[in-house]
Structures are given as C-alpha cells and as structure tokens.
C-alpha cells in the first residue's frame, strides 16, 4: 500500500466529484485533503481531466511546500492551500471553485450577507470577503498571497464557524473537516449566494436574518449544543 493512501482516496473522489456538483466549469477547481499528524496534504495534479484522476496521480506535499511524493506537478493553486492549512488549525480539507453566483459577489466586492436559514444552517455570519491584492503581492507569490489575504481576513473570524472565504476579483474557498464536508459546503456557499442574489434583486434594502433565527440555526448544528441530524453523522 502507498504511503498517504488514505488522504490519496480521500483527494481523489472528491476531485472526481467536483465536476459533477455543477460548482466547476472548465479546470477552475480543485481539492485537497490534509494528514494532519504527518503535516502532509494530497492535491489534485495540474491540467490533468478530473475523470482520469487515480489516487496515485495526487501529488503529496508538506507544510514548508516540499513535494514528498508524486510524479506530477501540483496544482497551481497549492500555496494558497498550504497558506491555509498553517492558518486555520482543524481544517481538514480545502475545496477551491470559481462557482458563479458565489463569484458574482465577489466580483461585485460583496460578502454575501446572511439572510435566511439556508446561510445560518453553515455560516456563523455573512461570508467574508478578502481586500484586493496589491500589484507587489501579485508579482511576488500570488497564490500564496491568495492565502495571505485570506488567512488576513479571517484574524478576528473563527474558520471552523465561517467555513469558506470570497476571493476578491477570483473565486471562493472553502474548508471543513473531511473533503466530503469541505464540497457539501461549497455547494451549499453556491446555493445561498443564489438566493442572496434573488432576494437583493427583490429587495435590495433587505436586513439580514434576525438574531434568535441565525442562532437557533446555526447552533443546532453547530457546538456543544448541537442536535440537528443522528449522533456521529
Ligand atoms: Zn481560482
């Protein structure tokens, strides 16, 4: 058996299934599924078709950005991912998407604003947006200061609590314990970016979700009170 042959299956299916959520056109996305203990992440190979990945194709790496195993080159967006990983301590798995309602509020500079319980059941608040990058951060290491200014963003945020980010100008990323979670959570950032769009285009004066509502949601699935679903799910 390989080495990492667990967090290469894990990475694997999901990046297989990527496509098939409808959150992905083109190449624009991928995933990536941490060992914690070893410190080593599996990441989707660059330019190879989601369909042909096999888990000894994903491409090993460790937290200093060292290539531990693989023949293939990494995806390009791997330092963003790294970035993440020593910023948010949990985090498991990171998904990467350019999914569209999600990226027309972070083109238009949005954070998407919580506004009914769809958003309080998976974010603790409204979904964050990153400052723009400056040219010198562009020139210099741009998808690890992708990470930066997202890692930036999140300073006073907890990452378990607002899983996922919005990339000014770019994309969305999102995190979560298992590459499994991480992608519901990108599908559900997609589904309630839609509906924010739909509800602002009919009142754009719209207040967010009362209080007592975001937290009945958001708490029953969440923390220690928690006891939405079955036990261990
Ligand atoms: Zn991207």
Known sequence: MKKFQAIREECCEAN?????TGLVDLTFGNVSVLD???????????????????????????LDGKIVAGKLRPS????????????????????HTHSRHAVAFAQAAREIPNLGTTHADYFDGP??????????????????ETGNVIAERFRDLNPLDVPAALVRHH??????????????TALALEA??????????????MPPIPKALHEKHFRR????????GQDGS
């Open 16 to 20: 297989r299934v990527l496509p098939k």
């Open 36 to 62: 914690a203990a070893a410190g080593v992440f599996a990441i989707k190979p660059s330019g190879v078709a989601y369909k042909k990945l096999k888990p000894a194709d994903m491409v090993l790496v460790d």
């Open 76 to 95: 390009s967006d791997t330092p963003t991912h790294r970035r993440l990983y020593r910023a948010f301590t949990g985090v498991r798995s990171i998904v």
């Open 127 to 144: 979904v964050p947006l990153t400052r723009a990058l400056t040219a010198e951060e562009i020139a210099r290491d741009y998808e690890w």
């Open 171 to 184: 994309g969305v990323f999102v995190w979560g314990g298992s590459a499994q979670k991480a992608l519901e």
């Open 192 to 205: 309630v970016a839609q509906m924010a769009l739909w509800t602002l285009q009919l009142q754009p004066a």
């Open 221 to 228: 699935k969440h923390g220690p009170k928690a006891y939405y």
